[in-house]
């Protein structure tokens, strides 16, 4: 698998859909990317976190060197953010953790299951898909509060529109350009296109 492949991969599984999405940033799209009908084969999951790991490593090999513990927000990012934390630790043979945050209902992202982070820990935060990075941001948040030390960012896709993101290093295997719409000049919502909410925050 190339990086240049990997939409490719996607229509394949019938994971980038089309129709009228709501984004949980209240924006809409008319294209949605569902990672886990590509993630569910361990085969594919593997060949993608070695993808991104690549695209860490040649930036900057120190960081896996690194690294203790992968974090991802429940629940797009735990399958991507197990398989980081396992081939981190096939190509370094360092002891890598992977634990995920959780939405409450009252709306805050937390670490539960007795997950923990300290301050000796160097932290790698991963997702499936990054599209406004509020979870992302989230997800620092969390892991400030507990002292660890954030060293970078890590997605399959950046699928932002806007410009820097992050105050850490962002990585990705490839970024894709979707037209998202506020929902008062959404074309679709014109059009009377049923409106769907198929995923969590990213």
Do not use: W
Not at 85 to 94: D, Q, S, W
Not at 170 to 175: A, C, D, E, M, N
Not at 188 to 193: F, G, V
């Amino acid at each position: 698998m190339r990086n240049d492949s990997l939409i490719d991969i996607f229509k394949k599984y019938n994971a980038l859909l089309e129709g009228h999405f709501l984004l949980s940033s209240g924006l809409h799209s008319n294209k949605y990317l569902q990672c886990a009908l590509v993630l569910q084969y361990p085969d594919l999951a593997e060949k993608i976190a070695m993808l991104l790991l690549e695209e860490i490593k040649k930036s900057d090999y120190d960081i896996l060197q690194k690294i203790s513990v992968v974090i991802s927000p429940a629940l797009g990012g735990v399958i991507i953010g197990q398989e980081m934390a396992r081939v981190i630790k096939t190509i370094t043979g360092t002891n890598v953790r992977a634990i995920f945050t959780e939405r409450q209902t009252s709306g805050e992202m937390v670490l539960r299951r007795g997950f923990n982070i300290n301050d000796r820990d160097n932290v790698l935060i991963v997702e499936d898909v990054i599209t406004t990075g509020k979870s992302t941001n989230e997800v620092v948040e969390v892991v400030k509060k507990f002292n660890g030390n954030i060293l970078a960012v890590a997605s399959i896709i950046n699928r932002s529109s806007e410009g820097k993101i992050f105050t850490y290093p962002y990585f990705y295997i490839t970024k894709i350009d979707i037209k998202n719409y506020s929902p008062h000049e959404c074309p679709l919502c014109k059009q009377n296109i049923e409106l769907v909410k198929p995923g969590s925050r990213k």
